[in-house]
């Protein structure tokens, strides 16, 4: 449910309540001053990541150091969507109302070919299950999962 307020004919607010479908949409990702890059960049079907100005290391999740060097001199950077399959698991238990007609579905982690070891965790598509295999090429492909949401999901190079 959302609610808000909205004024009445006498001019009191009063607290008006909308339903919203959980199952309509997965759960919505937050974007705040530190991730904007990110999902802006996705919305535009790139994936960028930060990179440190010191020591050139990607830093993925995103944060305000490098973990490598210590260095606050961070700046958004893309990369090419390319990498290896590092890890994956069916996912068999429905988590959310949003995946209750998804299930079985596949999750992953990837890592990127710019820099082994900086890994991003994402679904999996275009593949079935049997044909997975780690260190397998993979490469992003975006999918509009609602009109508002725009998320990176890999498949097979």
């Not at 429905?94 to 890994?119: N, T």
């Amino acid at each position: 449910m959302s609610s808000g307020c909205t004024p009445t004919a006498k001019g009191v607010w009063s607290q008006t309540v909308s339903p919203f479908d959980a199952s309509q949409s997965p759960p919505v990702p937050e974007s705040n001053e530190l991730t904007k890059f990110y999902w802006d960049a996705v919305r535009e079907h790139r994936l960028e990541l930060l990179r440190c100005s010191g020591c050139g290391h990607y830093v993925h999740y995103p944060r305000r150091i490098c973990d490598r060097c210590l260095s606050m001199d961070l700046a958004p950077g893309e990369v090419s969507g390319r990498g290896t399959l590092y890890s994956y698991s069916v996912i068999m238990h429905v988590s959310h109302p949003y995946f209750a007609d998804k299930i079985p579905y596949v999750i992953g982690v990837i890592d990127l070919e710019e820099e082994p070891g900086v890994r991003i965790p994402t679904g999996i598509v275009d593949c079935a299950e049997d044909q997975l295999r780690c260190g397998m090429p993979m490469e992003v492909v975006f999918k509009e999962v609602t009109p508002t949401l725009t998320l990176p999901f890999f498949r097979p190079a």
